[in-house]
């Protein structure tokens, strides 16, 4: 059961810009616990795209940005392009009895 | 290459017994906490477990414990994971994934396929 809620998709037109949400609570990303970001393509494993809120591995297009803000956070995706047609999920920790890490729902983008 | 290769998945009884290995390669991996993650038939990601670099402290999600037990061996470069009392619920891709400084998983496998199923 995720306890951080993404919104389950959301689409644009090549070029165009589309984020993110990823809502958490006051013991994930509330508590001030880093939130990454994963892209999964369809059939393979997923892959670390942001780190630490708003840092990108080597070899992560700078099209690709994260932000957090209280216990929310934002994946921004500028000049959308075809291949980043794919799920993503944001993850964190979380400090309840509980849980452990958490992943959220998932949300697929899709390009238009 | 830094590498995570799963293995050991398989259709399996409810009720019945497996064991997941994740051989690591290219990397020291006795410095790093390591993770199972799973994810059902098109559905989303779940965490698993977790294991320190020492195997000095280990976590759950509440769905395995008491059924499922995380291991590594850092002299063979392995992380496992003994899963009993399987459901049909466990049925998913397992993946191994590496934690980095940022708690964040940086590397993963391709994922071996556990099917619960009579």
């Known amino acids: 059961q995720s306890v951080l809620t993404q919104p389950p998709s959301v689409s644009g037109a090549p070029g165009q810009r589309v984020t993110i949400s990823c809502t958490g609570s006051s013991s994930n990303i509330g508590a001030g616990y880093d939130v990454h970001w994963y892209q999964q393509l369809p059939g393979t494993a997923p892959k670390l795209l942001i780190y630490?809120?708003?840092n990108r591995p080597s070899g992560v297009p700078d099209r690709f940005s994260g932000s957090k803000s209280g216990t929310s956070a934002s994946l921004a995706i500028t000049g959308l392009q075809a291949e980043d047609e794919a799920d993503y999920y944001c993850q964190s920790y979380d400090s309840s009895l509980s849980a452990f890490y958490v992943f959220g729902t998932g949300t697929k983008v899709t390009v238009l | 290459e830094v590498q995570l290769v799963e293995s050991g998945g398989g259709l399996v009884k409810p009720g019945g017994s497996l064991r997941l290995s994740c051989a690591a390669s290219g990397f020291t991996f006795s410095s790093y906490s390591m993770n199972w993650v799973r994810q059902a038939p098109g559905k989303g990601l779940e965490w698993v477990s977790s294991i320190s670099s020492s195997s000095s402290y280990i976590y759950y999600a509440d769905s395995v414990k008491g059924r499922f037990t995380i291991s590594r061996d850092n002299a063979k470069n392995s992380l496992y994971l003994q899963m009993n009392s399987l459901r049909a619920e466990d049925t998913a891709v397992y993946y191994c994934?590496?934690?980095?400084?940022?708690?964040?998983?940086?590397?993963w496998g391709q994922g071996t396929m556990v099917t619960v199923s009579s």
């Open positions: 630490g809120n708003s």
């Open positions: 994934a590496r934690v980095e400084v940022y708690d964040a998983f940086d590397i």
